[in-house]
């Protein structure tokens, strides 16, 4: 066996050493805390808004905040209220902010779809379905993003 051939099959064994190591990292991290709070990225901001139509305080939460704060508060399966800054009332709950009048309201649980704006009558996940393909009914899947890199 020349030298040519040896270099180049000491070069394979390496980068084959090297994949195997980076997908047994790979595996083991996401199999170390799968479904954990502890997997969830902080970073994205959840709407918060205050039942008592008297206040109807609205303010943004971090999302890993949000779940945290769900789990310690939580009683089987009913959803904890959280403490509204404003009138110290424990009944605020997660929202979602029109994307057409920027209207901050709770989601609702109907027919219809869930985030629709009672203000406007806008709904991004109706929207979506339109685009998705005339009606038709098949599973919602947003178009491919464009990485922003
Ligand atoms: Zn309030
Ligand atoms: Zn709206």
Excluded: H
């Amino acid at each position: 066996m020349d030298e040519g051939k040896k270099k180049l099959i000491m070069i394979v064994i390496i980068v084959a050493c090297i994949a195997a190591a980076v997908i047994i990292t790979v595996a083991t991290q996401r199999s170390g805390d799968e479904g954990g709070i502890s997997s969830i990225q902080s970073g994205k901001m959840f709407w918060i808004k205050c039942r008592d139509p008297k206040c109807e305080n609205t303010w943004q939460m971090d999302n890993k905040a949000y779940f945290e704060y769900i789990e310690k508060n939580r009683e089987g399966m009913v959803v904890p209220g959280i403490v509204c800054p404003k009138c110290g009332q424990k009944d605020a709950y997660r929202a979602e902010k029109c994307g057409k009048c920027g209207f901050v309201f709770e989601r609702v649980v109907t027919n219809d779809v869930a985030d629709r704006c009672p203000k406007c009558g806008y709904s991004a996940m109706e929207e979506l379905r339109k685009n998705a393909g005339g009606g038709a009914k098949r599973p919602t899947t947003p178009a491919p993003a464009t990485p922003a890199k």
